[in-house]
T-cell receptor, first 111, second 110 residues
């Protein structure tokens, strides 16, 4: 099992560009999450999903959209990237509301 | 709102015990977790404790929970260089959401 994988690992964007981060899990988990990690801020929840076709806002959802069309995939979109979105993005999944399994992260720089 | 607090840094000599502390505000927290993040990687669950327990031991790791003071600690015995990482305390709140602390960076001195 690959666990939780994230694509891409690194990306540099210019302000105003758009992109989609892909998260995939092969553990048949119902719950999936997108976090961002910034120095001194810990992990902040952007959006999450409790099942295929559902999404919900987390702590810092502005500027991001998500979709969960397939149970194994959770996509995070940036419609118009801003320098404040420079961060490391982590995807996680869990069977229920408990232990979360994390991906390796995507390092995004917005110039 | 709910909050999970931890100190940002801890330095420990190799071979000594490390104690990482965490306080939280939600007294109804059911599960409490410790995650480890190594450089350039995602978080990995180290251990967890259910709220009706006071202590849990797993090899070199000991978790202590004081529900009255809403205090959680992680003790790592015989700290090794491989223990150098960021350790996150996390608690599950009454809405079944997991709230993470900001992480404690553990630095091992030779």
């Amino acid at each position: 099992n690959a666990g939780v994988t994230q694509t891409p690992k690194f990306r540099v964007l210019k302000t105003g560009q758009s992109m989609t981060l892909l998260c995939a899990q092969d553990m048949n988990h119902e719950y999936m999450y997108w976090y961002r990690q910034d120095p001194g801020m810990g992990l902040r929840l952007i959006h999450y999903s409790v099942g295929e076709g559902t999404t919900a806002k987390g702590e810092v959802p502005d500027g991001y959209n998500v979709s969960r069309l397939k149970k194994q995939n959770f996509l995070l979109g940036l419609e118009s990237a801003a320098p404040s979105q420079t961060s490391v993005y982590f995807c996680a999944s869990s069977f229920s509301a408990g232990e979360q399994f994390f991906g390796p992260g995507t390092r995004l720089t917005v110039l | 709102g709910e909050d999970v607090e931890q100190s940002l840094f801890l330095s420990v000599r190799e071979g000594d015990s490390s104690v990482i502390n965490c306080t939280y505000t939600d007294s109804s927290s059911t599960y409490l977790y410790w995650y480890k993040q190594e450089p350039g990687a995602g978080l990995q669950l180290l251990t967890y404790i259910f709220s009706n327990m006071d202590m849990k031991q797993d090899q070199r790791l000991t978790v202590l929970l004081n529900k009255k003071d809403k205090h959680l600690s992680l003790r790592i015995a015989d700290t090794q260089t491989g223990d150098s990482a960021i350790y996150f305390c996390a608690v599950m709140n009454r809405d079944d959401k997991i709230i993470f602390g900001k992480g404690t960076r553990l630095h091992i001195l030779p």
